[in-house]
Structure formats: structure tokens, C-alpha cells
């Protein structure tokens, strides 16, 4: 089994940034694919951006430009660097790891005031 640990959530006005962060921990075998998806209250869970071990990057269109995705594949860690937020970024963000099977963190609550 695989744990996800994730931190840096928190309250921030719009226009503000926050940093995430994800550690992996337990029974690593070979690290793949690597994400953050996110829910916001009575909507579905949605992608946000992924990143392969090679350091390949893919995002959700509405936050292209305001978001990075990294990971340290020493570490076993991935992070989201979160700026310029809005509003309609809050939600509840997943941390979503891939190592023989998929795994998720508890997550981990952003608000964006207005």
C-alpha cells in the first residue's frame, strides 16, 4: 500500500497563492503518473494537472498560466504551486498517484475569498 499525505491548504484572498504539497510513503515500488484533482461543494471531482516521471505536464484549461505542477521523484513528492486565485478555485484538492494501482490522499481544503 501507498499513502498520500497531503498539506498546504488554507484560506486566501482572490488574487493570492498557496502551495501544496503531496508526499508518497509505504510500499513504493515504481512511482508513475502523479496529480491533483479537486472538488468544490456538490459538484463532481475533477482533474487539475498531472505530471509523468519524466516531468510531462498536463492542465485543466481554466487554470493553465496560474497553476505548476512539480515533482521530486527522489522524494516521492509532487506539489501544485497555486497563483493568481479566484473564487470559483475553492474546493477540497486530492493528491492522485499511480503505482500499480491508483491512489488517493485525504485531501486537503483551499478557500479563495472574495
Known amino acids: 500500500q501507498v499513502q498520500l499525505l497531503e498539506s498546504g491548504g488554507g484560506l486566501v484572498q482572490t488574487g493570492g497563492s498557496l502551495r501544496l504539497s503531496c508526499a508518497a510513503s509505504?510500499?513504493?515500488?515504481?512511482?508513475?503518473?502523479m496529480a491533483w484533482y479537486r472538488q468544490a461543494p456538490g459538484k463532481q471531482r475533477e482533474f487539475v494537472a498531472t505530471i509523468t516521471v519524466t516531468g510531462f505536464s498536463t492542465y485543466l484549461e481554466s487554470v493553465k498560466g496560474r497553476f505548476t505542477i512539480r515533482r521530486d521523484n527522489a522524494k516521492n513528492t509532487v506539489d501544485l504551486q497555486m497563483d493568481n486565485l479566484k473564487p470559483e478555485d475553492t474546493a477540497v484538492y486530492y493528491c492522485?498517484?499511480?503505482?500499480?494501482?491508483?491512489?488517493w490522499g485525504q485531501g486537503t481544503q483551499v478557500t479563495v475569498s472574495s
Open positions: 492522485n498517484a499511480y503505482d500499480r494501482q491508483w491512489y
Open positions: 509505504g510500499s513504493i515500488r515504481n512511482l508513475g503518473n
